[in-house]
């Protein structure tokens, strides 16, 4: 995974704008930014697909699964699709942004950003911009591939998509700010992605992205419920699995209020988490 350079750069004009509009102005900035780094725009987009397309493979010879008696039968991709949405929105906003925030830095960028008129509220709102616009594209390209590529049936009750609109918009905010929250814990550009990426595995395994959750130990899924992900994923599995499929839930239900309050309570912890811990400048500067 690359990193993307950032250049220093202000509106020639800062009067009269708001926090919201400069946020604006640096969330089309880092957009702009991040789509000339072509190997990390190609590493987030494919790694979904490309996981997604593996697990059809290895785990579809033997046609539709049917994980217990009387559901019915779905094809491998269509069990495993929400769970690659979940982990597409924990890359974009959690992963990308903890390692990015933590180099720019390392390399002094966000001193000198520290130097202009911009406000860290301005800057968190430039980063999730930028994360909400490359995460709706992942999730559009990798919803794609899935009907067209793999033929998995795509829901057409206008509901299901209003819970994938607001567990993809939460999942994806909150995201971001822990990834913003966690780029203060690397202590170099070095250590940044050592750092990062163990946690985010160790994160999607528990939350069973790449085991179905139903099959993880009762204890391993009391676990997974402490975190994000999980509830993501879960979410994402009420909109894409036929509703007979909410047996295989850890209470046997698909529990959308405990979804919505768990990525909200997630997304006020990473909104303090980030505000607290943001600095322009290392902790041993």
Known sequence: MSVITHHISTPRSTAGRSRLGMGLW?????????????????????????????????FGADG??????????????????????????????????????????????????????????????????????????????????AAVVLQVPLPTDPGRWFTFAWVFVIGITGSALLGVALSSVPRS?????????????????????????????????????ALPVKWMAQGMRYVFLPEEYSALEQNGEWNLAGVAIALTVWLVVGLVLARATFRWNRRDA
Request: net charge neutral; proline share 7%; charged share 10%.
């Open 26 to 58: 640096r969330g089309r900035f880092e957009i702009t930014q991040y789509a000339r780094s072509g190997d990390t725009v190609v590493f987030t987009f494919l790694f979904p697909i490309l996981m997604l397309g593996l697990f059809a493979v290895a």
């Open 64 to 145: 539709d699964m049917q994980p217990a008696p009387g559901l019915p039968p779905v094809p491998v991709a269509q069990m495993f699709l929400p769970a690659m949405l979940a982990a597409g929105l924990l890359l974009s906003g959690f992963q990308n942004l903890a390692i990015d925030i933590a180099v720019d830095r390392s390399e002094g960028v966000l001193k000198r950003l520290g130097a202009t008129p911009l406000s860290p509220v301005s800057y968190f709102l430039g980063k999730i911009a930028q994360v909400g616009v490359t995460g709706v594209v992942q999730a559009a390209v990798l919803l794609g591939f």
């Open 189 to 225: 550009s070095r250590s940044a992605v050592a750092v990062v990426i163990p946690i985010g595995l160790v994160v999607q395994f528990i939350s069973g992205v790449y085991f179905q959750f139903y099959m993880l130990p009762d204890w391993l899924q009391t676990a997974a419920s």
